[in-house]
């Protein structure tokens, strides 16, 4: 890290372990160059999955999609590499609007799964894993119907329809994103709280759901109704943003779970969060950049 | 965490993902006390596993253990949950000193390793990934021996050798301790350039070398020359001590892997970190705790 003084905090230590003094590391990761800027890093890598399966899946409603997440963790362990959680409305946006798009699923379920397994052991282990973890949903009645990709090119299909919920979005005119997370027992409540949220600020306002359900992280963005005014609904924003943002922080959530706090959310994030962290924080950043000079006006 | 001023700051989210500020828990995380009093925590449970298997190998060299390491990690990945070193002389004292303790292996290695897989799958998953990565050590020629504890009580009595590892020191006389760690590759080169390090300060002293490989993390304990008189080899705790870091740091290592710093290792740590690290760290302790009220005269 490069500090305001010029000076280098080398820290480009590759232990697993270590216990000597404050974990200065952690404090600069997600600072956005408030304090210091990071030039350089060590990472470790893993040796590439020898099997990989994907799997998309049918579910009646987000608590089945939770109960699910449960059944599939305890079977796959740290082999469930992906657990995405996708609304009816963005499947069928992306549908409508990305060209060469197939429906992986027939009928009429409101919520689907794209479901990852990564074995390091084998391919043979991907597959008899993806099968026990689907099994255990079908036969639960959890899973209302499922696929597993038959091929390289329908688990790219299944990707790309995921990949381009956001994308999807666009030709339905304006929306009102929200990047947030909640502990991953509490997504039932908060889906099932945010469609009643939304319609009060905009009667007929479209929930576009979807996220990484493992993460307790949903990409919550909220379209403009059929026919309405683009400007007039945008114009919503700030409205609507405290009301998805209050209704995430009642459960203990985030309202930046991937993205940060830049300037966008800085005003907010010193208005709701909690006085004593923002004094820290402050604390902080005169501590490490008396004169302000890094990245000045944005995170606090 | 309860602050110097009386405060509380509250950080008991259950987030997985959260981007909002500066990462301040993982500051008070470590901090020995020194920032503020950490008196609650949120802790993730997992499931028990379904199955758990433990081992006894015999190897040749640490560096036959580090291949081993990372041939038993692409097999069973998570699964590996113990992958402890054993040195022939720790386990020789065990075996002299603790009473009930008997040898999980016959013939003549100079290395040991106690290896555990537990499986939230199976208990027969467990059984198949554990033979599977032995199978792998034998057919490499990487490992010279092994079994496979046949019930509960033998694994329990692996387990009891290896925790019992410390105590078995005692009756060997004085012995310096070090808490280090290195990157999990240089493990062989710390084993050997450790030996000829303790040897240089006390001809005939004898390394007791154990630890969480894995990690990257090493008991190095020194015991006295058999015969030598303990006080005399005592007096060399700090010779010793700056010997075995200084090896420790020309890894890139750390010289507190697990116990922290407190007093012991205070002059130490500001004498010979980054000057760039220990101000950052003073100017958070002035930031936090401008009056020096909590756990004064510990780290920093």
Redo the contacts between chains.
């Keep these: 890290v490069v ?1 305001p003084t010029g ?18 590391k ?2 600069f ?3 956005e160059g408030t ?1 210091g800027i990071v030039t350089a890093a060590v990472l470790k890598l893993f ?1 590439k999955p020898k099997g990989r399966e994907v799997a998309f899946a049918g579910l009646s409603s987000p608590q089945a999609a939770l109960e699910f997440f449960g059944r599939a963790e ?2 796959a ?3 469930l590499t992906a657990f995405e959680l996708i609304g009816r409305t963005p499947l069928e946006f992306a549908l409508k609007h990305i060209p060469g798009l197939t429906r992986p699923l027939q009928g009429d379920l409101p919520w689907y799964l794209l479901i990852e397994v990564s074995s ?2 084998s391919a043979e282990d991907a597959k008899n894993l993806i099968e026990q973890v689907l099994t255990a949903g079908l036969d639960t009645g959890l899973v209302g119907d499922a696929v597993i990709a038959a091929s390289l090119a329908q688990a790219a299909a299944f990707w790309k329809l995921r990949d381009e919920l956001s994308d999807a979005q666009k030709p339905e005119g304006g929306s009102i994103k929200h990047d947030i ?4 027992a509490s997504i039932p409540a908060f889906i099932e709280q945010g469609a009643q949220v939304a319609e009060k600020v905009s009667k007929g306002a479209r929930v576009v759901c979807f996220g ?1 359900m ?4 949903l990409h919550y963005n909220i379209s403009q109704p059929v026919g309405a005014d683009k400007e007039a609904y945008l114009a919503l924003y700030p409205v609507m943003n405290k009301a998805v943002h209050d209704l995430a922080r009642s459960f ?10 830049g300037q966008l ?1 800085r005003d907010e ?1 010193i208005a709701t ?2 006085p ?3 004094d ?2 402050r ?6 950049d008396p004169a302000g000079i890094m990245n000045p006006g944005k ?2």
Excluded: C, Q, W
Aim: aromatic fraction near 4%; glycine fraction near 14%; proline fraction near 4%.
């Design positions: 500090l000076e280098v905090f080398d820290d480009l230590r590759k232990l697993k372990k270590d216990n000597t003094g404050y974990d200065l952690n404090l990761v997600g600072a304090l040796p305890e079977l362990g740290n082999s390091g052991r997370s909640v502990p991953v990484h493992g993460d307790g992280n203990g959530g985030s309202i930046s779970a991937e993205h940060g706090i959310k994030l969060a909690p004593v962290a923002i820290l924080m604390r902080v950043k005169a501590a490490f995170v606090i």
